[in-house]
């Protein structure tokens, strides 16, 4: 059901200057931001060189889920994306182990893919994204 893991989000109170303090002082190079208004996230994704990318985030506006998190538990690790072949069959297969994501149908998160978000508290706290790539995403 896994293919890989896509990212890490981290969320982060002042994206510009988290992502010039990332890239500067690790030399890993930014591909800009990206406003997800929608979702209440500026987003932002650095690319190591290899495995997974990194995303800050940032709220979008008080009354976003990141500003809740960032106001509860400071700047620090948010998410860990797992990128999935077909997120609505992987839904139905975690539905039937009794795992609920928080909502039932996927969106569309950053670069266009469709994203869902499991519950935490099915996994020790971690909050997981599943993600399905754009060129396999339905509209």
């Known amino acids: 059901m896994i293919n890989r893991i896509d990212h890490i989000g981290i969320a ?3 994206l510009k200057r988290s992502l010039r303090h990332w890239e500067k002082s690790l030399g890993i190079t930014g591909r800009g931001i990206e406003e997800l208004e929608s979702n209440g996230v500026v987003c932002a994704h650095l690319r190591p060189a290899d495995g997974p990318e990194l995303e800050l985030l ?3 506006d008080e009354a ?3 500003a809740k998190f960032l106001a509860k538990r400071g700047e620090g690790i ?3 994306c797992l990128e999935v072949e077909d997120i609505r069959a992987s839904i139905s297969v975690l539905e039937k182990r009794g795992i609920d994501c928080i909502r039932r149908e996927p969106h569309r998160g950053a670069g266009g893919d469709l994203v869902v978000f499991i519950h935490p508290r099915h ?3 971690v909050l997981l994204e ?3 790539k754009k060129q396999k995403a339905d509209d």
Do not use: C, M, Q, T
């Open 78 to 80: 948010h998410h860990i």
């Open 123 to 125: 996994f020790n706290g």
């Open 64 to 66: 976003s889920p990141v």
């Open 130 to 132: 599943l993600k399905e």
């Open 12 to 14: 982060v109170h002042d």
């Open 58 to 60: 940032a709220p979008w």
